[in-house]
């Protein structure tokens, strides 16, 4: 049981580069949302989506897209890459009946220069 | 509306307590509490749901104000394993929504 897996681990990219950040998760949880960490800054919620198809913007949506095509699968896409994007990105999902309890991937850093 | 935590930083020494506080200006349907070790991701610790209740994980429990929109978590006895930053969420808006929004951290540090 694999839990939330996040690719890639490491990524450098260059002023308006564009990339996608990977998660999946195999625990059939409806919830799955998207968080960047900054020093003194916590955990502030990007994007976030309650089922497949169904996506809503959380506290720091600019510069990112998200879709939900499957019940597994919820990339992050940053369509213009910019310096105040350099962080730590991590995806999380939860269940319903769980009470919303997050398991969070092991997270991704990038850095844009 | 980011939950608001206090103190940012603690430290500590081992067998000695801390209280680290969560309080918001909006209604609560309920509290998260998640630790994250340095490089790693974050980790559920316990949920309180409203009602007041009092939870426990070991020597780490937590209180949940409903009135006062407040949860403190207690580390009793801390440990070196208990360093690391403690994060409270709430659910905004309030119910089993699936949109959780964290506080800023507490960082805590316990010495030998």
């Known amino acids: 049981n694999a839990g939330v897996t996040q690719t890639p681990k490491f990524q450098v990219l260059k002023t308006g580069q564009s990339m996608t950040l990977q998660c999946a998760q195999d625990m059939n949880h409806e919830y799955m949302s998207w968080y960047r960490q900054d020093p003194g800054m916590g955990l502030r919620l990007i994007h976030y989506s309650v089922g497949a198809g169904i996506t809503d913007q959380g506290e720091v949506p600019n510069g990112y897209n998200v879709s939900r095509s499957t019940t597994e699968d919820f990339p992050l896409r940053l369509l213009s890459a910019a310096p105040s994007q350099t962080s730590v990105y991590f995806c999380?999902?939860?269940?319903?009946?769980?009470?919303?309890?997050?398991?969070f991937g092991a997270g991704s850093r990038l850095t844009v220069l | 509306q980011q939950p608001v935590q206090s103190p940012q930083a603690v430290i500590l020494r081992e067998g000695e307590d801390a209280v680290i506080n969560c309080s918001s200006s909006k209604a609560l349907y309920s509290v998260h509490w998640y630790r994250q070790k340095h490089g790693e991701a974050p980790v559920f610790l316990m949920i309180?749901?409203?009602?007041?209740e009092q939870k426990g994980h070991d020597k780490i429990s937590a209180s949940f104000n409903e009135k006062k929109q407040q949860s403190s978590l207690y580390l009793t006895a801390s440990q070196l394993s208990y360093s690391g930053t403690y994060f409270c969420g709430t659910e905004m808006p309030p119910g089993n929504t699936g949109k959780l929004i964290f506080g800023q951290g507490t960082t805590l540090q316990v010495k030998p």
């Open positions: 999380a999902s939860s269940g319903h009946f769980g009470a919303n309890v997050l398991t």
């Open positions: 309180l749901l409203k009602g007041g």
